[in-house]
């Protein structure tokens, strides 16, 4: 029972991370923060301002907070170039260290519990092919942010084919965020309409991908 207490304690941990954000919601306090106030405070800090957007960005994933919100709000906040640049810092740090609490805490415990054949099997592929696994999930909006960090940090991956494969692979869902986010400035803009296209592009093509990924492997069967 004592190996399995930091399995216990981050599972824990996340219930109450849930639990405090549904508090802020139904007790009003996310109603009542003055989001502009917030952000004219963030451009006059200047560079200071895009370090406290790294750091928030960096422990989001403690507190389970939505990436997408986010990243789209460096965008408004810094613009396109300057928030891509925090986004890629802030998520990637978030994202190791979302690897690093699951490795640490979860690892052991996940093996012994970790029986299914298919499991086992798709366990060894990752720790083999561990960078085209994490850097496929990264590049397809369709997977959640942090289920991919906290999963690869229970599985075999190697931290360095974990850590390569998602800073490359959160670069392009970095700009096209941090560009749609930076348009909301002038919504119905060239700039707006054209962030829109690139995020129906984002969003449909690995959609397309997945689709004729799937029909090779049925005639190949």
């Not at 490359?168 to 707006?192: C, E, H, Q, R």
């Amino acid at each position: 029972m004592a190996r399995s207490k930091p399995l216990w304690l981050l599972i824990s941990w996340f219930v109450v991370a849930i639990l405090g954000l549904l508090v802020l919601k139904w007790t009003g306090v996310w109603e009542h923060i003055d989001l502009n106030w917030v952000t004219r405070w963030l451009r006059d800090l200047g560079p200071l301002g895009g370090l406290l957007y790294i750091l928030a960005y960096t422990l989001r994933p403690l507190v389970l907070f939505p990436a997408t919100p986010l990243t789209l709000y460096g965008g408004y906040v810094f613009g396109a170039f300057w928030g891509t640049i925090y986004d890629i810092i802030g998520a990637g740090a978030g994202a190791l260290l979302s690897f690093y609490i699951t490795r640490k805490w979860g690892r052991g415990s996940f093996q012994r519990i970790l029986r299914s054949p298919k499991l086992l099997s798709f366990d060894q592929k990752a720790e083999e092919k561990g960078f085209m696994v994490v850097l496929y999930m990264r590049l397809m909006p369709f997977f959640p942010f942090d289920g991919i960090s906290y999963g690869a940090g229970l599985s075999k991956i190697r931290f360095w084919d974990y850590t390569w494969a998602t800073f490359i692979g959160i670069i392009p869902g970095a700009i096209v965020y941090n560009v749609f986010g930076a348009s909301l400035n002038d919504i119905w803009s060239w700039k707006f309409l054209g962030a829109v296209a690139m995020y129906a592009v984002f969003a449909i093509v690995p959609l397309i991908i997945k689709k004729r990924q799937g029909r090779k492997v049925r005639q190949a069967a």
